[in-house]
């Protein structure tokens, strides 16, 4: 006697519908299985990837050398300054020296300029740049930043008898200021771009610029904060800051390092460590003298 209709259906697995629909979600599930199978599998080797590209970047091949090149250009106090013997100074270089201790390595000077840092840093010259280094767009592209270790702003710098004078960028931008300028920098920048009726002079040597505003060769440069209140002290009745309400600009100094994950975190390690501590203003205050 042949089997009752739901009977035949259910010796054969369901209904007609029933058995395309099973087939169905079991192709489903095959292809979400290997869905999934192959999306871990692309993760896996993400991740294997960026393994080997981070045991293979920057940190991991100063420590193979034993040795982290430091680009610095040594013509800016209190950051970084070389010597008639040569030998550099300066609250940067002085973490420079503390930060390769703190990786295992030595440390390696490499003098470069502002005008050529960046084509230096891209051409790999040196791993980290510092001394008073302002962040910008232009140099994050091609490096990391670290953790600032100085907030400043620029301000202008004049003999003591124009320290009332030079008091706003109008006041400065006629045709009768000589202003002067180091080459390169963000102190070039921001000479030309706020600067179009005075003349400004490109002084080439960092080191003896302010002594071309005592001597009468110029009028008045606007640098970085930092340096103004330094060079006012080391030049005291004839070198003073112009009293500005406020700084012209706010930026950022830190240190520029090659992309790596990293090294950048090494170095953001040991900076937040210097700046908690109060080692980092040690050295500058005594830089500063």
């Given at each position: ?106 440390a390696e000077f490499v003098t470069t300029t502002w005008k050529t ?173």
């Amino acid at each position: 006697m042949a089997a009752p209709p739901k009977m035949a259906w259910r010796a054969a697995g369901g209904p007609p519908g029933d058995r395309f629909a099973g087939r169905s979600r079991n192709r489903l599930r095959g292809t979400m299985v290997k869905s999934y199978l192959a999306a871990a599998a692309l993760v896996a080797l993400t991740l294997t990837a960026s393994a080997a590209w981070a045991a293979d970047g920057a940190l991991a091949e100063i420590q193979k050398a034993g040795v982290i090149r430091i680009g610095t250009t040594g013509d800016y106090k209190p950051f970084s300054y070389k010597g008639a013997d040569g030998s550099l100074t300066g609250a940067d270089i002085s973490m420079a020296k503390d930060l390769a201790a703190s990786l295992g390595v030595k440390a390696e000077f490499v003098t470069t300029t502002w005008k050529t840092m960046l084509d230096d840093f891209k051409a790999g010259k040196f791993d980290v740049a510092l001394g008073g280094i302002t962040v910008n767009p232009a140099r994050a592209e091609v490096g990391d930043f670290s953790v600032s270790n100085v907030s400043d702003g620029k301000r202008p710098i004049a003999r003591c008898a124009d320290k009332d004078k030079y008091t706003t960028l109008e006041a400065i931008d006629q045709p009768t200021v000589r202003v002067i300028v180091n080459p390169g920098g963000t102190n070039d920048k921001f000479a030309h771009q706020h600067f179009k009726k005075a003349p400004i002079e490109v002084f080439p040597d960092n080191k003896v610029i302010f002594g071309q505003i005592a001597a009468g060769k110029a009028d008045v440069m606007v640098t970085d904060g930092v340096e103004v209140d330094l060079q006012s002290k080391l030049n005291a009745g004839v070198l003073c800051p112009v009293a500005v309400k406020e700084p012209f600009t706010h930026f950022e100094n830190a240190y520029l390092l090659r992309k790596d994950p990293a090294l950048k975190a090494a170095v953001d390690a040991f900076m937040r460590k210097e700046l908690d501590s109060g080692n980092w203003k040690k050295k500058l205050d005594a830089a500063m003298q």
